[in-house]
T-cell receptor, first 113, second 115 residues
Framework: AQTVTQSQPEMSVQEAETVTLSCTYD???????LFWYKQPPSRQMILVIR??????QNATENRFSVNFQKAAKSFSLKISDSQLGDAAMYFC??????????FGKGTKLSVKP | DAGVIQSPRHEVTEMGQEVTLRCKPI?????LFWYRQTMMRGLELLIY????????DSGMPEDRFSAKMPNASFSTLKIQPSEPRDSAVYFC?????????????FGQGTRLTVV
C-alpha cells in the first residue's frame, strides 16, 4: 500500500529565510510521481512542484526546490527567500503511474515578518 | 482553460436529505478523483476514475455515498441520506493520462454542512 508521512505538523520561518519541509513515502511501484501542494486559507489546492521518480535531478520551480532521495524514500521541499504569501498548509503526495494520488497529513507553515 | 469546476461552492442541508456534488474536469483529462477533507482525517481519497470507469472506490465511507462519471466531462458525488458527520470540504481533481505527467489539478471544493 502507498503511504505518505509528514512528520512536522507545524513549521515556522522568518521572512526571507529558508525552510525545509520533510516527507517520506512508501510504495512498491518503480514508476511513480511525487508532488508538493500548497493550500492557503482560501482552501484552493495549488500544485507547487512535481518530481518523476525516474529522474535523478531534483526538480526546481523558482524559490521552491526538492531534495529527492530515492533509496531513502525521502522527498523534502525547500522554500528559499520565504515570503508572507508562502504561509499555508503544505501537502506531500505520491502517485504510482496512473494510479491513486495519496496525500500526507500536511505541514502548516507560518512566515514571520 | 477554466480549470476544474465544482458546484455548488457551499451547501447547507438538513440531516437525512440527499446531497449531490458536481464536477467538470479539465478538457482532455481522463483521470478524476474525489477527496474529502476534514480537520480530523485530512485529505481522504474517496474514489478514482480512469476513462470514466471507477478504478478504486475503497475510500468511499459507506453505502450512503455513490459516485458516477457518465461521460468525460462530468462527475457527481451523491450522499443519501446525509448525516452531520459528512460535513467536510469535498474536492474534485483531474489529471491527464499521458505518461510523463501525473499531475492532478483541483477544483475549489464544495463546503458541505449537514445540520
Amino acid at each position: 500500500a502507498q503511504t505518505v508521512t509528514q512528520s512536522q505538523p507545524e513549521m515556522s520561518v522568518q521572512e526571507a529565510e529558508t525552510v525545509t519541509l520533510s516527507c517520506t513515502y512508501d510504495t512498491s511501484e518503480s514508476d511513480y510521481y511525487l508532488f508538493w501542494y500548497k493550500q492557503p486559507p482560501s482552501r484552493q489546492m495549488i500544485l507547487v512542484i512535481r518530481q518523476e521518480a525516474y529522474k535523478q535531478q531534483n526538480a526546481t520551480e523558482n524559490r521552491f526546490s526538492v531534495n529527492f532521495q530515492k533509496a531513502a524514500k525521502s522527498f523534502s521541499l525547500k522554500i528559499s527567500d520565504s515570503q508572507l504569501g508562502d504561509a499555508a498548509m503544505y501537502f506531500c503526495a505520491s502517485r504510482p503511474g496512473q494510479g491513486n494520488l495519496i496525500f500526507g497529513k500536511g505541514t502548516k507553515l507560518s512566515v514571520k515578518p | 482553460d477554466a480549470g476544474v469546476i465544482q458546484s455548488p461552492r457551499h451547501e447547507v442541508t438538513e440531516m437525512g436529505q440527499e446531497v449531490t456534488l458536481r464536477c467538470k474536469p479539465i478538457s482532455g483529462h481522463n483521470s478524476l478523483f474525489w477527496y474529502r477533507q476534514t480537520m480530523m482525517r485530512g485529505l481522504e481519497l474517496l474514489i478514482y476514475f480512469n476513462n470514466n470507469v471507477p478504478i478504486d472506490d475503497s475510500g468511499m465511507p459507506e453505502d450512503r455515498f455513490s459516485a458516477k462519471m457518465p461521460n468525460a466531462s462530468f462527475s457527481t458525488l451523491k450522499i443519501q441520506p446525509s448525516e452531520p458527520r459528512d460535513s467536510a470540504v469535498y474536492f474534485c481533481a483531474s489529471s491527464p493520462v499521458s505518461r510523463g505527467t501525473g499531475s492532478a489539478f483541483f477544483g475549489q471544493g464544495t463546503r458541505l454542512t449537514v445540520v
